[in-house]
Nanobody, 123 residues
Framework: QVQLVESGGGLVQAGGSLRLSCAAS???????MGWFRQAPGKEREFAAA????????YYADSVRGRFTISRDNAKNTVYLQMNSLKSEDTAVYYC?????????????????WGQGTQVTVSS
């Protein structure tokens, strides 16, 4: 089992940057990790994912080239560096952990979820 706590959200102007962190307890290196987001009135959607070793990453088309996912297994933490933020990036961002397979973009493949952190981008 793993517990996840996100941090780093906040209010930023369009074009700015934020770095989200997700601190994990438990056997962090046994899980692939993902970041998802949910805007008001919309379904939760995939943003980025990373394998256990960090050697492979996936991105949603909407964030590719602007967001970077990384992990530090020694610190039990996964990060999401967000650059060139747009108003449409406004959402609650969640980190998630999964064990079935190497990496995943589907919500159903993730077993554990954090409580989320709000990111608001003003235009």
């Amino acid at each position: 089992q793993v517990q996840l706590v996100e941090s780093g959200g906040g209010l930023v102007q369009a074009g700015g940057s934020l770095r989200l962190s997700c601190a994990a307890s438990g056997d962090f290196s046994s899980y692939f990790m993902g970041w998802f987001r949910q805007a008001p009135g919309k379904e939760r959607e995939f943003a980025a994912a990373i394998t256990r070793s960090g050697g492979t990453v996936y991105y949603a088309d909407s964030v590719r080239g602007r967001f970077t996912i990384s992990r530090d297994n020694a610190k039990n933490t996964v990060y999401l560096q967000m650059n060139s933020l747009k108003s449409e990036d406004t959402a609650v961002y969640y980190c998630a952990a999964g064990r079935q397979g190497q990496i995943a973009t589907l919500l159903s493949k993730y077993e554990y979820w954090g409580q989320g952190t709000q990111v608001t981008v003003s235009s």
